[in-house]
């Protein structure tokens, strides 16, 4: 019997968070992004977390910056991340599958989850290892958890300020906290 659980992001919370660096880092910002248009499912075959598969997509156009700032400032670093970092126009979509999935039980319902998968990003497509805790309940499931993401992998250039005396680092974290509800058989 297949378990198909449908991802519900009014549930669930998803950010990207930036670090800043360079000579003049303690006057940046390291910006944290809520992801807020995303959609997947979650499949296992019965109580078996190994045949696990995760499919999940972010509409890259959807981060907002989550930090208090000024209208004109969040214009500025929301426009500046959509046109010139993730270049949303050209690559709208990012998109994660797993490979192949191990998990370690923790208690009845709880398990830590290692998984490999496919992150297409900015237009290329990698292995990505993400770490995360499923937890299982009567109606629905949580997976939460988080990764680095090395943007440089990802042919994603950096972004800077005030002639390099500020920039962001090559690495950005990723966390997630996803709710999955069920899915009736046959939809």
């Known amino acids: 019997m297949m378990a198909c659980y449908r991802i519900d992001p009014s549930r669930s919370r998803f950010t990207v968070q930036a670090f800043a660096t360079g000579p003049l880092a303690f006057f940046g910002h390291s910006p944290t992004f ?3 248009d995303f959609e997947g499912v979650l499949r296992f075959e019965g109580g078996k977390i190994e045949g696990l598969v995760l499919e999940l997509t972010v509409l890259a156009d959807s981060l907002q910056l989550e930090d208090r700032v000024s209208d004109a400032d969040r214009r500025e670093i929301e426009g500046r991340m959509r046109r ?3 270049e949303t126009i050209a690559f709208p979509e990012i998109a994660f599958q797993t490979v192949a999935v191990s998990a370690d039980p923790i208690s009845p319902g709880r398990y830590q989850l290692h998984m490999n998968g496919r992150l ?3 237009g290329v497509t990698r292995s990505h290892p993400v770490d995360a805790e499923l937890l299982v309940f009567e109606d629905g499931l949580r997976v939460r958890g988080g990764c680095p ?3 440089p992998d990802y042919q994603i250039r950096p972004v800077t300020a005030l002639g390099g005396a500020i920039k962001l680092k090559n690495e950005v ?15």
């Open 173 to 187: 974290r990723v966390s997630f906290d996803i709710a999955g509800l069920p899915e009736a058989e046959g939809s």
């Open 120 to 122: 297409s990003l900015h």
């Open 149 to 151: 993401l090395r943007m």
């Open 84 to 86: 010139d970092v993730l």
């Open 34 to 36: 809520a992801v807020r």
